[in-house]
């Protein structure tokens, strides 16, 4: 059984407009999307800006009102409030979060930001509490004298070392990674990189992996999704959606990542153009001549896209 599976699950938000605000319209920020998580397995959700990775991972921990559809966690469906507090999922569940100076208190001690989840689920005497703080701050690598600074008196590096800190207090099962890298320098999103992997061998704990960039989780993620306009496109394995892209989408995040042989840029920069100008005349990649989003078709064991009959080769109109 896998550890969360979420379900043709839909958020849409009402858009309000008129003299009496009513509802004139809404926004399908995530509108159908379904895959599973198992133990100790990162998956990849990755796509452009609004195209609904950040909702999907709010919903899933529960900070987003579900339109439609079910998450699963061990089996129990958790948008049931009841389901929630049986199998402790508020605990299980934690979150991490692109922008670590606004996520983190700034007029709170480190003490404090990480022992917070552990005051809110344990019960723990204020010894206990302290020591296993500083069992976290070790386990990411920062010093003991951490415990009375302030979020601004560290790096953004250190502080997502915090963010992770904080969440992995409760022992969580599952960590919804929101972009944690993105406000990084390259070198030091290598390292917070690293230390989030080797986490997750220590903890055996699973990763929703939520990025706009196909270059950064390749080296996480066991499995991708790839999501434009609220819904999944393609998903697979690493390999399949890296050595054999099927969605013109897919391949264009796959084009976006630069080239680092200096001999090969050229020949890069060709076939970025060439992926550009098929996607820009293909948007029947994504719906069909009613107008109907396309279904995801098994192209192997593993590996799954949203094709159109005649594989893509037309340029269909937009209808949706
Ligand atoms: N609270 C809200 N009310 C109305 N619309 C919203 C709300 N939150 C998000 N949206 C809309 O839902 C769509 C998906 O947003 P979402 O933040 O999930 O995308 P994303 O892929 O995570 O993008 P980004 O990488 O920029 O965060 C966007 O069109 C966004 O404008």
Same mark, same amino acid.
């Given at each position: 059984?896998?550890?969360?599976?979420?379900?043709?699950?839909?958020?849409?938000?009402?858009?309000? &407009?008129?003299?009496?605000?009513?509802? *004139?319209?809404?926004?399908? %920020?995530? !509108?159908?999307?379904?895959?599973?998580? $198992? /133990?100790?397995?990162?998956?990849?959700?990755?796509?452009?800006?609004?195209?609904?990775?950040?909702?999907?991972?709010?919903?899933?921990?529960?900070?987003?009102?579900?339109?439609?559809?079910?998450?699963?966690?061990?089996?129990?469906?958790?948008?049931?409030?009841?389901?929630?507090?049986?199998?402790?999922?508020?605990?299980?569940?934690?979150?991490?979060?692109?922008?670590?100076?606004?996520?983190?208190?700034?007029?709170?001690?480190?003490?404090?930001?990480?022992?917070?989840?552990?005051?809110?689920?344990?019960?723990?005497?204020?010894?206990?509490?302290?020591?296993?703080?500083?069992?976290?701050?070790?386990?990411?690598?920062?010093?003991?004298?951490?415990?009375?600074?302030?979020?601004?008196?560290?790096?953004? &590096?250190?502080?997502?070392?915090?963010? *992770?800190?904080?969440?992995? %207090?409760? !022992?969580?099962?599952?960590?919804?990674? $929101? /972009?944690?890298?993105?406000?990084?320098?390259?070198?030091?999103?290598?390292?917070?990189?690293?230390?989030?992997?080797?986490?997750?061998?220590?903890?055996?704990?699973?990763?929703?992996?939520?990025?706009?960039?196909?270059?950064?989780?390749?080296?996480?993620?066991?499995?991708?999704?790839?999501?434009?306009?609220?819904?999944?496109?393609?998903?697979?394995?690493?390999?399949?959606?890296?050595?054999?892209?099927?969605?013109?989408?897919?391949?264009?995040?796959?084009?976006?990542?630069?080239?680092?042989?200096?001999?090969?840029?050229?020949?890069?920069?060709?076939?970025?153009?060439?992926?550009?100008?098929?996607?820009?005349?293909?948007?029947?990649?994504?719906?069909?001549?009613?107008?109907?989003?396309?279904?995801?078709?098994?192209?192997?064991?593993?590996?799954?896209?949203?094709?159109?009959?005649?594989?893509?080769?037309?340029?269909?109109?937009?209808?949706?």
């Amino acid at each position: 059984m896998s550890l969360i599976e979420v379900k043709n699950l839909k958020v849409h938000y009402p858009i309000r &407009g008129g003299f009496f605000n009513r509802v *004139v319209d809404e926004v399908k %920020a995530v !509108d159908g999307v379904s895959f599973s998580i $198992d /133990e100790g397995e990162t998956v990849g959700l990755v796509g452009e800006s609004g195209s609904g990775k950040s909702t999907t991972g709010k919903a899933i921990i529960g900070l987003e009102e579900v339109t439609s559809g079910s998450i699963l966690y061990k089996g129990k469906d958790v948008v049931k409030k009841s389901h929630r507090r049986s199998m402790k999922y508020d605990e299980a569940v934690q979150m991490i979060f692109q922008d670590s100076m606004s996520s983190l208190n700034p007029r709170k001690r480190v003490e404090d930001i990480i022992a917070e989840p552990l005051r809110n689920f344990g019960n723990l005497s204020k010894d206990e509490e302290k020591l296993r703080v500083l069992q976290l701050l070790d386990i990411v690598g920062l010093d003991a004298d951490a415990l009375y600074k302030y979020p601004h008196q560290f790096s953004g &590096g250190q502080r997502q070392r915090i963010g *992770v800190a904080r969440a992995v %207090a409760t !022992d969580p099962k599952l960590i919804i990674a $929101d /972009e944690p890298v993105s406000a990084l320098d390259l070198s030091v999103q290598a390292q917070v990189l690293n230390f989030m992997k080797k986490i997750q061998r220590e903890f055996n704990i699973s990763y929703l992996f939520i990025s706009h960039d196909l270059g950064v989780v390749r080296h996480m993620c066991d499995k991708i999704a790839i999501m434009n306009r609220g819904r999944i496109v393609e998903f697979g394995t690493r390999d399949d959606i890296y050595d054999n892209p099927q969605h013109i989408y897919t391949k264009r995040l796959l084009a976006a990542i630069p080239e680092t042989n200096v001999n090969n840029r050229e020949a890069h920069r060709k076939e970025r153009l060439k992926i550009e100008a098929e996607y820009q005349n293909n948007q029947s990649a994504y719906y069909d001549a009613d107008g109907m989003a396309l279904p995801l078709v098994q192209i192997s064991d593993t590996h799954f896209a949203a094709l159109p009959e005649d594989g893509g080769q037309t340029n269909g109109e937009v209808n949706g």
